[in-house]
């Protein structure tokens, strides 16, 4: 009996201490410091010693910077969330527009990264109108909820280019998390765009957190579940109900979905089950053999471009 007595304090004690990093963990991944002078790494690009120290510690992650900027005329807009966070977009108009593509970036990222697709929707004849989602750039913020929360950023930017710039055309374009904020903001919010276009989504928050675990060779099971339960019960919602593939049911606009297949944060089977739920009749996965989570603009142009004018129905006599 004292055997197994101990043995079971022992498990509870494991059990506790799990849970305890498990939290703790999830707290370091969704709330970023004001840091600019740390550089912030991904999981690919870490020592052994850094992704060792992560697995036990966190990582410490500074709130993302916006470094490039336009190099056209553009105005800079300020919205304002629910719970009175600035958000900051930048306005970029085109001569005679066709429509409106609003963008929104991934993870870790703002609206500075997303400068080369804007500039090629513009070429199409697209007003553009970029936002850095709260947390990240220059918006307020330090805490994220990998697009759970930010569902509510994306309705905000579709209400300002629909009413206050009177736009009726207007396209969503989002990656990763800035894809999975979208797919949620669409039904949530009843938004009407006319088109939708998805780089690498993720299919549920429990995958994106497993992802990012493959990133540092860890299991993702339990300890994605564990981040995930942890995550949403700090954020103030159930990790395990934020489902993007879910949500894609609802999606009822034409959609371009678009993957890499060496991409490790998102697999082949979230991207298919994403395809597989999405509600539209009119639907098209793009494959980019050898690009991983990255710009597809950017790792493959002339495919990338060839590919959003045909969704778009601009004719080949543009850029």
Same mark, same amino acid.
């Given at each position: ?25 999830a ?16 999981p690919?690009?870490?020592s052994?010693?850094?992704k ?8 410490r992650?500074?709130?993302p ?27 970029i ?15 870790? &990222?703002?609206?500075? =990264? %997303? +400068? ?7 070429? *199409? $004849?697209?007003?553009? @109108? ?8 220059n918006?307020?913020g330090f805490?994220?909820s ?6 509510e ?28 904020a979208?797919l949620?903001?669409v ?19 429990t995958?994106a ?10 299991? &993702?099971?339990p300890? =994605? %579940? +564990? ?7 700090e *954020? $103030?919602?159930?990790? @395990? ?36 739920h ?15 989570h ?18 778009l129905?601009?004719?080949t006599s543009q850029?």
């Amino acid at each position: 009996m004292k055997v197994l007595k101990r043995i079971g304090w022992i498990c509870l004690s494991l059990f506790v201490l799990l849970n305890i990093i498990g939290a703790f963990h999830a707290y370091k991944f969704t709330h970023f410091y004001p840091d600019n002078t740390h550089a912030n790494k991904r999981p690919e690009q870490m020592s052994t010693w850094e992704k060792t120290r992560m697995i036990l510690f966190g990582i410490r992650i500074s709130k993302p910077v916006v470094k490039n900027f336009p190099d056209v005329p553009y105005e800079t807009i300020a919205l304002h969330t629910s719970g009175h966070l600035k958000l900051e977009g930048w306005w970029i108009p085109a001569t005679q527009p066709r429509g409106t593509v609003i963008l929104f970036h991934g993870y870790m &990222g703002n609206k500075g =990264a %997303q +400068l080369s697709e804007a500039a090629y929707f513009r070429a *199409l $004849g697209y007003n553009t @109108f970029l936002l850095d989602f709260r947390a990240h750039g220059n918006s307020d913020g330090f805490t994220t909820s990998i697009g759970f929360k930010e569902a509510e950023d994306v309705w905000l930017a579709y209400d300002f280019v629909h009413r206050q710039k009177a736009q009726q055309h207007i396209i969503l374009w989002g990656m990763s998390m800035g894809a999975a904020a979208i797919l949620k903001a669409v039904p949530e919010y009843q938004l009407q765009p006319e088109k939708i276009i998805l780089e690498s989504p993720f299919a549920t928050l429990t995958d994106a957190v497993k992802g990012r675990m493959r990133a540092v060779h860890l299991p &993702g099971t339990p300890l =994605a %579940q +564990l981040l995930t339960f942890w995550g949403g019960m700090e *954020l $103030g919602f159930s990790g @395990f109900d934020y489902a993007p593939e879910a949500y894609a049911q609802k999606i009822k606009a034409p959609v371009l979905l678009c993957w890499g297949k060496q991409d490790t944060r998102v697999i082949e089977a979230e991207t298919q089950a994403i395809y597989q739920h999405l509600g539209s009749p009119d639907k098209t996965l793009l494959i980019f053999p050898d690009a991983g989570h990255e710009s597809f603009c950017q790792h493959d142009p002339q495919k990338w471009q060839t590919a959003i004018r045909h969704f778009l129905g601009v004719a080949t006599s543009q850029p």
